[in-house]
């Protein structure tokens, strides 16, 4: 089992930054990808940003792609997410979940553990 606890969300203006944390517990970090996910109100969840476990890898949607940067450090169990120049349409809850089978591409891997999200709101 992996627990995972999301934090660093808030509100913030159109143009300016957030960074959030999730930190895991429970298993071996370095063992798994991670990924950020978000949803937004009446839309489907969709993935944000992914890293491999040695942290050599990452995966963006075309979106955030040079705004937003996925970042982990395993020595703290912990995984980031930088999100700069931020847009009202960034405005969501954020997941942060991890991926135990280490198979495909990151962005359509399975992500088995999840945290319970915090909000991130952009104002205009």
């Known amino acids: 089992q992996v627990q995972l606890v999301e934090s660093g969300g808030g509100l913030v203006q159109a143009g300016g930054f957030l960074r959030l944390s999730c930190a895991a517990s429970g298993r071996t970090f370095s063992n798994y990808a991670m990924g950020w996910f978000r949803q937004a109100p009446g839309k489907e969840r969709e993935f944000v940003a992914a890293i491999s476990r040695s942290g050599l890898t990452t995966d963006y949607l075309d979106s955030v792609k040079g705004r937003f940067t996925i970042s982990r450090d395993n020595a703290k169990n912990t995984v980031y997410l930088q999100m700069n120049s931020l847009k009202p349409e960034d405005t969501a809850v954020y997941y942060c979940?991890?991926?135990?089978?280490?198979?495909?591409?990151?962005?359509?891997?399975?992500?088995?553990?999840w945290g319970q999200g915090t909000q991130v709101t952009v104002s205009s």
């Open positions: 979940a991890a991926n135990t089978n280490g198979a495909g591409p990151l962005r359509y891997r399975r992500y088995t553990y």
